[in-house]
């Protein structure tokens, strides 16, 4: 395992109970001890590869960051959305319903990415 829930816990705006992560093990530009975001389960972050989500950013629902993918900032993963491969989703940033962030893509600032059904 590469990161764990802590015991340090949040309910965002939505009503959603959010866990904050912890590196278990070095990899990428993550430390272990390092401190990450906040995700609702671990199902929202991948075990494999050297995925994290850093600071205040947030990946909750059924949302998924895997692959080498990057959540920095305060940026909000939701709904289905996927971020993956070598996707840096940074800022303010916020993807949801069901769009995807994938191969070398960068989403930044205030950018707003959905995708509905």
């Not at 340090?8 to 904050?20: A, I, P």
């Not at 992560?21 to 990450?36: M, P, S, W, Y």
Request: include cysteine; aromatic fraction near 10%.
């Amino acid at each position: 395992m590469k990161y764990k829930l802590t015991e340090e816990k949040m309910t965002n705006k939505y009503g959603v109970e959010l866990h904050r992560i912890q590196a278990l093990c070095t990899f990428g530009n993550v430390f272990r001890g390092e401190l990450g975001g906040w995700i609702e389960k671990e199902g929202n972050l991948s075990q494999v590869g050297e995925c994290w989500v850093h600071y205040n950013a947030v990946v909750h629902g059924n949302a998924q960051v895997y692959g080498d993918a990057v959540v920095s900032g305060g940026a909000l993963v939701s709904g289905n959305a996927r971020v993956y491969d070598d996707a840096q989703l940074i800022g303010m940033a916020n993807v949801y319903e069901h769009a995807n962030i994938f191969g070398n893509a960068w989403v930044r600032g205030n950018a707003e990415v959905c995708a509905p059904l």
